[in-house]
């Protein structure tokens, strides 16, 4: 339309809902939400991690503490936090870890243990979040699943099942909540550089790792934010659904040798 800004994120003063907000993805989202101009509230089962994320931004930010597998934490949290900030236009699910072993190997306890840390806290926000959104009739989802859910996840099977039943989940919710203004979507990465990821690997590993990256790199929490805050944002106010894979190329590869 003429004379309408090309970029209006539209999230000044809006209210952003972020669960997992330890010093890689999630902190890397509360900043750049934060200088979208929105006010987050940072839920994390770290009280420390919270802490960290709100002092990063300051008056934008209030910490919650609280395990988000737990409905009746992340409901607490939610509605003090729209006491304080007004209802929740956005909320980012960040939460995942991984149990690493050979799936034929993996017990009952670490197979369930996938699941809840890298699934029942979506659903759980989703029933939290997602219910007032469609209550009020508009609001955006978006977690973060990863390429492990797309592809094969050697040693750690049942973390790539759980995130493919994540990306399940969005699609659904999307169907579920689209006639009421809720969009739902999902951010998969590939390999992130932070600061778990940092004490992780070894250089070496490193350095192979990125060789398979088109981009030939890992990418930074930024480079996720970003994709977050772009698909939360009015940009994407006809998108939902969606997984938006942000990994470098990795994913996009062709499979066989190039050489005749
Ligand atoms: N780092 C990567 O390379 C990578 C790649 C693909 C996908 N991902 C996904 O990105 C997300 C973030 O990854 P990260 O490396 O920044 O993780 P991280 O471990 O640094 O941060 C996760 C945060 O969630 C919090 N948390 C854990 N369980 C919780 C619970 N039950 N309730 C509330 N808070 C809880 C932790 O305290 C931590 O602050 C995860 O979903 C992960 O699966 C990461």
Redesign the pocket.
């Known amino acids: 339309m003429p004379g309408s800004p090309l970029i209006d994120l539209a999230l000044a003063d809006k209210h952003v809902f972020v ?8 902190r890397a989202c509360v900043c750049t939400f934060a200088a979208a101009g929105a006010n987050v509230s940072c ?4 009280e420390a ?1 919270a802490n960290a994320s709100v002092d990063a931004i300051g008056a934008q930010g209030r910490a919650f503490t ?4 737990r409905l009746d934490d992340l409901r607490a949290a939610h509605d003090t936090a729209t006491t304080e900030f007004g209802p929740v236009d956005v909320a980012v699910d ?4 991984t149990r690493w072993g050979r799936t034929i190997e993996l017990g009952d306890d670490v197979w369930e243990e996938s699941f809840d ?2 699934l029942r ?1 979506f659903f759980n926000l989703a029933r939290v979040a997602g219910r007032a959104m469609s209550d009020r009739g508009r609001g955006s989802i978006v977690a ?1 699943a ?1 390429v492990s859910g797309l592809r094969s996840a050697p040693l750690h099977g049942a973390y790539g099942a759980a995130k493919a039943a994540m990306m399940s989940l969005v699609r659904t919710l999307a169907m579920e909540l689209g006639a009421n203004g809720v969009r739902v979507n999902a951010v998969a ?4 550089l ?1 600061p ?2 940092e004490a992780m690997m070894s250089e070496d590993r490193r350095a192979a790792s990125a060789a398979n990256i088109p981009l030939g790199r890992f990418a930074t ?1 930024d480079d996720i934010a970003r994709a977050v805050l772009f698909l939360s944002s009015d940009l994407a106010s006809y998108i939902t659904g969606q997984t938006l894979i942000v990994d470098g190329g990795a994913t996009a590869q062709f499979p066989l040798s190039l050489r005749a």
């Not at 839920?43 to 770290?46: E, L």
């Not at 990465?189 to 992130?192: K, M, S």
């Open positions: 669960v997992g907000v330890g010093n890689g993805i999630g839920f994390d089962i770290d991690a609280g395990d988000a597998s960040v939460v995942g870890e840390l890298a806290h973060i990863s990465p590939g390999a992130v932070t778990r990821v929490p």
